[in-house]
């Protein structure tokens, strides 16, 4: 493995600590209810309008929309919906008789409310509305709050306004930041609180999320955006070099990197990109060139298995591999938040309207978790039941299991049954 161009900063490097501003907050909130979660909207968001957006506001915003707009989000919906519901297929109740007169089984329970946060900010991130709502609403949760910063005079921009209401929020906030995050947990301004908060933001955002964990469950703790590229020399220079641009174009600290076997087509790529962000509108331009300058790499390796080894390591959010044998790539890669195959698709199909969900591992985490979907949303749980001839075997077992571990309660709890069940018959029970 050769860098043919190496990170300056990292993620590990670059963090910023956040962590007392944003636990201040929390308390504040958590402490003062409401008033505290408008104050932070009025100094943050620059917003004095309404929190709760009315019926009336998403009819009018959706009036705003541009009829092909619409359709375009509609479309991206379908897709979305339709993936969703082929994962929730997946997920069933069962049981099984594990000995005669003991049966045990598992109930898929979606969680009663769930809290999305859709980032405004920079970018309106339509997509990102679609692809938590809507993953929430497939998944069977009965109650789901979604909350987006609004923009001074404005409110939450109509585009993404439309996208929360088309995919079934039961209410929307106008409230960005930690406040917005705040109060889908603590169930202000008359909500239930949230059983668990997903979706993208900023670090302040994460950091919130972070720090609530365990009060409400969460999808994940999210860094920047990160993509990987795997192309052997028959990809298409413009074409991965378009891909990374189109990537970092995220953030100045969103990794691209580029992993390849041939040394003359990352030099091709390498020279491609800086004329490509070149082009691109600010403030975007700058976002891509210091990605590219401080946290892009570009890695040389000797064959298809060692660029899958520098891949698995990674585990980038992103996988695009723009190879040969794409079936080959997809038994053996292991680490990846979602893999793209061949270059008819894109990392910006799956971030916009392919379908998969968006919301996926940052920082490596994929060697763990995967991203968003209808799981995050269901809890797995575990039932039994049994005869009393069934509970016999169980009863002598656990009592001198427990017994052994020095838990005589859990011993007697056993006993009991053996002796109010099967009171003419002698047990050891030692």
């Not at 990170?7 to 008033?35: F, K, P, S």
């Not at 069977?140 to 609004?150: D, K, M, N, Q, T």
């Not at 409110?155 to 306004?161: D, F, H, R």
Request: one cysteine or more; aromatic letters at 6%.
């Amino acid at each position: 493995m050769i860098y043919l161009k190496k990170a300056v900063r990292t993620a590990a490097t670059d963090h910023q600590d956040v962590h007392d501003t944003v636990a201040a907050m929390l308390a504040e909130i958590a402490r003062d209810g409401d008033e505290a979660a408008r104050r932070f909207a009025r100094d943050l968001d620059k917003w004095n309008g309404d929190i709760v957006v009315t019926p009336q506001a998403r009819a009018a915003a959706a009036a705003q929309v541009p009829e092909q707009l619409r359709r375009d989000i509609q479309f991206a919906h379908a897709n979305v919906r339709r993936f969703a519901e082929a994962q929730r297929a997946t997920v069933q109740d069962c049981e099984v008789e594990i000995l005669p007169g003991l049966i045990a089984g598992q109930k898929q329970i979606p969680v009663s409310a769930a809290g999305c946060y859709v980032p405004g900010g920079r970018y309106s991130h339509v997509a990102s509305a679609i692809m938590t709502i809507t993953t929430a609403k497939v998944a069977g949760v009965p109650h789901v709050v979604a909350c987006s910063p609004p923009r001074p005079g404005v409110g939450i921009p109509p585009a993404i306004l439309y996208a929360m209401d088309l995919c079934g929020a039961d209410v929307i906030l106008s409230m960005g930041g930690v406040q917005g995050v705040a109060a889908m947990a603590n169930g202000l301004f008359g909500l239930p609180k949230a059983d668990i908060l997903v979706g993208p933001g900023n670090q302040y955002v994460a950091e919130a999320k972070r720090i609530l964990f365990g009060q409400v469950g969460i999808d994940m703790v999210a860094g920047p955006t990160d993509s990987m590229v795997i192309a052997d020399s028959h990809a298409d220079a413009d074409m991965v070099a378009a891909d990374l641009v189109g990537q970092a174009e995220h953030g100045y600290n969103s990794p691209v990197w580029l992993v390849t076997s041939d040394r003359a087509f990352a030099e091709q790529v390498m020279a491609l990109v800086p004329a490509l962000i070149a082009t691109l509108p600010d403030p975007n331009r700058q976002s891509a060139a210091a990605a590219w300058a401080d946290y892009a790499e570009v890695i040389l390796c000797a064959d298809a298995e060692g660029m899958a080894q520098v891949a698995d390591r990674f585990a980038p959010e992103h996988l695009h591999v723009q190879a040969g044998s794409l079936d080959w790539w997809l038994g053996r890669l292991r680490s990846y938040g979602s893999l793209f195959l061949g270059e008819e698709t894109t990392v910006a199909f799956g971030d916009k309207t392919s379908g998969p969900n968006h919301v996926l591992p940052t920082s490596g985490a994929a060697r763990y978790t995967g991203g968003l979907s209808v799981h995050k949303f269901i809890k797995t749980v575990t039932w039994q039941r049994a005869t009393r001839e069934g509970s016999r075997p169980l009863a002598e077992a656990t009592a001198r299991i427990s017994r052994l571990e020095g838990m005589e309660g859990h011993a007697r709890s056993a006993d009991i049954r053996l002796a109010k069940y099967f009171p003419d018959e002698a047990f050891d029970l030692s």
